[in-house]
């Protein structure tokens, strides 16, 4: 058997030892083969096995592109955002909501239809856009310009009247509100009084406002308060208690049309402020009102005390208009 020592390890050369004994074997016959030399797949492994591992590094051109890729987005990134901060700012993007909000206090206007009134009265909701319409049937021409003052010569034997002393949107603390309308009776002609109930015959008032497009507004039997009347009483007055109220010599009452008499669409301070007839720099009236108000009533009284005067009775009608002759030029 050869003595030949082994190589030391598969990727290294037989050492002149080696080959020495390995010639000296051939020489003498019989010796071992040649010293077999590791493959070159044998030493690249045992290098593997030698060779300790590196951690693995990412490749810098991944790198760079992920850095390239979120510099180019950026801007576009900042495009969207504000896109988006813009629609929910316009409420183009819903947000979903637990509950659905609670509307404001106090209606703006009432229904389409005729509906009871807060305090008393029903409104005219079902006659809205109707041109024309008065819950108390009146004369021709009684709604086209207010009638003369007391003062007027034409007006000397012209019996019991109504004008409207003022008007207009009024708000409560509660935040709800109506249009506040004065009333002001006159008997000129006459000493006589004029008492009337405090109902109106059980009958109420009765508003009508018109727009260009008809009724916008409107109730009957709405309750009258009697301011007057309370100071007569004050001052110990005949005729200020009971179930009538003298409102002879300018005395007059007071009725709230709510806003639950409105038709749909329109709110008590924008009608209340066409009700005002347009004016020159002096206060002259210069044209109509965009809306005309009409106020009528009906009373017994009034029709006594018309026949006491040679006059028609007209069913105890009274009415009043907002209407005022224009300025002539």
Request: charged share 15%; aromatic share 4%.
């Amino acid at each position: 058997m050869s003595s030949l020592p082994p190589a030391q390890g598969p990727d290294e050369s037989p050492s002149d030892e080696q080959w020495e004994a390995f010639l000296r074997d051939a020489m003498e016959g019989g010796g071992a083969g040649a010293p077999k030399e590791a493959s070159a797949r044998d030493r690249l492994a045992a290098a593997r096995v030698r060779r300790p591992r590196r951690p693995r590094r990412p490749r810098s051109g991944t790198a760079r592109s992920a850095t390239a890729w979120l510099a180019a987005a950026a801007p576009w990134t900042a495009v969207a955002a504000v896109v988006v901060f813009g629609a929910f700012q316009m409420g183009l993007i819903p947000v979903p909501r637990s509950s659905p909000p609670a509307p404001a206090a106090g209606s703006a206007s009432g229904p389409a239809e005729a509906v009871s009134l807060p305090g008393g009265g029903t409104s005219d909701g079902d006659q809205c856009g109707t041109k024309g319409y008065h819950h108390f049937p009146l004369p021709a021409g009684a709604t086209d310009v207010e009638p003369p003052s007391p003062a007027s010569p034409a007006s000397s034997a012209s019996g019991p009247q109504l004008s409207l002393s003022h008007y207009g949107y009024a708000a409560d603390p509660d935040g709800e509100g109506g249009i506040v309308i004065g009333l002001r009776f006159t008997t000129p002609g006459t000493k006589k009084p004029l008492r009337v109930s405090r109902t109106l015959g059980g009958e109420g008032a009765a508003v009508e406002i018109e727009g260009p497009d008809g009724l916008v507004a409107g109730a009957h039997g709405l309750p009258v308060s009697w301011p007057s009347a309370a100071r007569a009483s004050a001052s110990g007055a005949s005729g200020a208690s009971g179930a009538s109220v003298d409102v002879s010599d300018g005395g007059g009452g007071e009725i709230v049309v709510p806003a639950e008499a409105l038709c749909p669409g329109h709110d008590g301070d924008s009608v209340a402020r066409s009700l005002v007839p347009p004016a020159d720099s002096t206060g002259t009236v210069t044209g109509p009102p965009p809306y005309r108000l009409v106020v009528s009533l009906r009373d017994p009284a009034v029709g006594t005390l018309r026949t006491t005067l040679g006059l028609p009775a007209g069913g105890g009608l009274l009415s009043a208009v907002n209407l005022v002759p224009a300025a002539r030029s």
